[in-house]
Nanobody
Framework: QVQLVESGGGLVQPGGSLGLSCVVS????????MDWYRQAPGKERELVAT???????NYEDSVKGRFTISRDNARNTAYLQMNNLKPEDTAVYYC?????????WGQGTQVTVSS
């Protein structure tokens, strides 16, 4: 059974940094893309960043230049480094991957940016 477990969320002041991790079990991530989504209160879940098996990345416009997605296939883990955080980045962040057209989600980790 494929499982994803996020960690690393928390409370940070504007301008601060946080690093999120997503550990995957039940499958190797070596040949699959990994995504990070977020959902703020009252808003739809949105795609924040994607990394392909070859390491190509793509970002939502509002996080370009501030967030970095990466992967460590040996550790079966994906990461999201978030710098220069803003209050509007406050949300629950979810890790996602797909295998054979089935979506797998983590439980989410809360990120709160506030002074």
């Amino acid at each position: 059974q494929v499982q994803l477990v996020e960690s690393g969320g928390g409370l940070v002041q504007p301008g601060g940094s946080l690093g999120l991790s997503c550990v995957v079990s039940g499958t190797s991530i070596r040949a699959i893309a990994m995504d990070w989504y977020r959902q703020a209160p009252g808003k739809e879940r949105e795609l924040v960043a994607t990394i392909t098996p070859s390491g190509m990345t793509n970002y939502e416009d509002s996080v370009k230049g501030r967030f970095t997605i990466s992967r460590d296939n040996a550790r079966n883990t994906a990461y999201l480094q978030m710098n220069n955080l803003k209050p509007e980045d406050t949300a629950v962040y979810y890790c996602n991957t797909k295998r054979f057209n089935v979506d797998y989600w983590g439980q989410g980790t809360q990120v709160t940016v506030s002074s």
